[in-house]
């Protein structure tokens, strides 16, 4: 049953990317916690200044210009559960391609556990684009590492600069993937986030280039291809007794779920463009979606009359190619939420609309039922 099947993807989708920040631990560190690193990090690490960066992923950032004023320590922290590496980019632009990054891990092999913390540059998005030991940071001799201590991730640096960058970068890498010897390549990042800092007054801030185009683009795909799109369908299977209501009302709101989605795709190509960003799955999901309206709208221009025998065909095409762009529509919806890192609140409410829809979907099917 059509119901059945919007409970399963709604299920799914939920499982693989709503709870894709659910391995944030409950001993996460926080600026209450006393940190006690004096015999695993090469300098003082007592006085720094504390400010949580990313609370979805747990990061809290410490840094202090010490009394040699062209030298700045900085411990990064972060749930060890998340079995991959840690980072941090140092952006002249709040951008990822131009950044230099510190980045650590701690994996285990047959010699036992091993950390490492190593600096990058990221002249671009592919990983053979990331290059290790380059970069624009000036570490102090010695000075990087990065520890596993009570579930919490430490890497910890000193850079030796006047004034450190003040847009910065956090990512976490892929689970269970970590850069190894020779070449230590750096896989692309699972997540990251945008920030700036104001170093003087302690203040952090989440940052996102062209957050307004992002937002519009995610709520147009949404609302167009993931809201109206089903509510059209729901009206076309549930309500065909109010002819010919049911049929203009379903032409309406398919026709402009249909446009709203292909303004939303319009904006992420602009998007993509901006910031060169790699999403090539989910550009090819949503282009492949656009196709799939394309040739609803197409359809209907060559729709049959009810007497013609080509009549069920058409049907039977119509309404699987409805079904098919639905359920992709769905898968990335939750994909595109996930790829931006901005948390639980964006999953769960595009979940709670589906579950209202599907238990009106449930609802008006029993009354189908019953009726025939």
Known sequence: MKSSLLFMIFIITIDIYGLSSSHVNAQADSCSSNLSLSNSVPFDTTSLHCLPVWDSQGFILRFLQTNNASIWSFVVSAPADTNSYIA??????????????????????????????????????????????????????????????????????????????????????????????????????????????????????????????RRGHGILAMLGWGILIIIGTIVARYFKHNDPIWFYLHISLQTVGFLLGVIGVICGFILKNHLNANVGSHKSIGIFILLLGCLQVMALLARPNKESKFRKYWNWYHQNVGRILIILAIVNIFYGINLTGTGHGWTAGYGVLLGVLFIITVVLEIRFWIRR
């Open 88 to 213: 941090i980019g140092f952006s002249t632009n709040g951008a990822m391609v131009g950044s230099s990054a510190m980045v650590g891990w701690v994996s285990s092999s047959s010699n036992g556990t091993v950390g490492m913390a190593k600096k990058y540059y990221l002249s671009g998005n592919s990983p053979n684009l990331v290059e290790p030991d380059q970069g624009s940071l000036q570490l102090v001799s010695n000075s990087a590492t990065i520890i596993s201590q009570n579930s919490i991730l430490y890497m910890a640096f000193q850079l030796q600069t006047n004034q450190p960058e003040s847009q910065l970068l956090y990512a976490v890498g892929p689970t269970g993937v970590f850069p190894s010897a020779p070449d230590y390549q750096l896989t692309e990042h699972r997540t990251m986030v945008s920030t700036s800092i104001n170093y003087a007054a302690g203040q952090s801030a989440s940052e996102s280039p062209y957050s307004g185009l």
